[in-house]
């Protein structure tokens, strides 16, 4: 029984902050289901409401764990928040309350409201947290850099697309000129890092589909936003577009990577262009996009079930909450 309560203890230790981006993923695919519906005039209420409910438990059930860890191994929280790489992890928090907040807009504003705002004070938190430890501290190294960084200025561009129905129209152009302008200084940071530096470590390999995520929120973002189709508009969606095509042209190099919990990189990105596509269906109503996003939302289906299985597989394996060698 010693020996039993001694490895929960270690497992829990050694939980992740990362993990929350299982919840980026389940949100990312409710919300391009919600989307579908609405685009294409089909209404599964009870897909919806199951598909909340399931990413809900998620997060609590993640919450309650690493509340846990807070409070049993601090040191190992304080640890993950002066890591170069995992510090970048920690507004996933803040985004899984934001993409929720979305989430619920269909099933319940109220509760929606109540996440946005929690969901945008703590990502602001997080947010000059983060970039006050950027520019501080000096044990950063360009090998330390990763496309994991650009998790907050995600977050930010996020916070339009349940703001603007809610009401709060100045705060979301504040996080969205936020998210913008860091978008495109670590756009930069990164590329020089993958164009003249080791490459990226096979752990983090999948962190670069988080590419694709600035341009695509950002499209969905600035359409809450503004309500038209311009050409910025139409620069961040088909760039978002490109970013997707040039990593599933390396889907091999992908493919043969063993399982880590990064592997959840890749799916709410693919969620982001899925509903920038679906959106741009909407506006346009050209067939092309219509079977482009129907394409997606197929493939972002298989994904997160797949990543489900895989992750509880390495759950019951103890390959994850392990002491990292």
């Not at 990413?55 to 190992?76: D, N, S």
């Not at 889907?251 to 990105?269: D, E, Q, T, V």
Request: charged fraction near 10%.
């Amino acid at each position: 029984m010693q020996t039993s309560t001694s490895g929960i203890e270690s497992r829990l230790a050694h939980m992740p902050i990362s993990f929350f981006s299982v919840v980026m993923g389940m949100s990312g695919m409710t919300i391009a289901w919600e989307k579908a519906q609405h685009v294409f005039g089909i209404h599964f209420g009870l897909v919806n409401l199951l598909l909340v409910s399931l990413t809900t438990v998620i997060f609590v059930a993640l919450g309650v764990m690493y509340t846990q860890k807070l409070l049993r191994h601090p040191e190992a929280v304080i640890a993950e928040l002066h890591h170069p790489v995992k510090l970048s992890f920690f507004p996933t928090i803040s985004i899984s309350f934001l993409l929720l907040s979305v989430a619920f807009m269909a099933v319940s504003p109220s509760i929606g409201r109540v996440l946005w705002v929690v969901g945008a004070l703590s990502h602001l938190g997080f947010v000059l947290y983060i970039i006050s430890t950027w520019m501080h501290k000096q044990h950063f190294q360009v090998p330390h850099m990763s496309p994991a960084w650009f998790i907050p200025a995600v977050g930010n561009v996020l916070v339009p697309i349940a703001g603007i129905p809610l009401g709060f129209i100045e705060v979301s152009w504040f996080f969205f000129s936020i998210g913008m302008m860091f978008w495109v200084i670590l756009m930069t940071i990164v590329f020089y890092r993958i164009l003249f530096h080791a490459p990226i470590p096979a752990r983090l390999l999948p962190t670069l589909f988080i590419l694709i995520a600035p341009p695509a929120v950002g499209f969905v973002a600035y359409m809450r936003l503004t309500g038209e189709l311009d050409a910025f508009a139409r620069i961040l969606y088909f760039g978002g577009l490109f970013l997707t095509l040039l990593l599933f042209t390396q889907a091999r190099r992908f493919i043969k990577l063993p399982f880590f919990l990064s592997w959840w990189a890749y799916s709410f990105p693919i969620a982001a262009i899925t509903i920038a596509t679906l959106v741009m269906y909407e506006q346009t109503e050209k067939a092309g996009f219509m079977w482009l996003g129907g394409g997606l939302l197929v493939l972002i289906t298989l994904l997160v079930g797949l990543l489900l299985v895989r992750t509880g597989l390495a759950i019951s394996k103890h390959e994850i909450c392990t002491e990292e060698h």
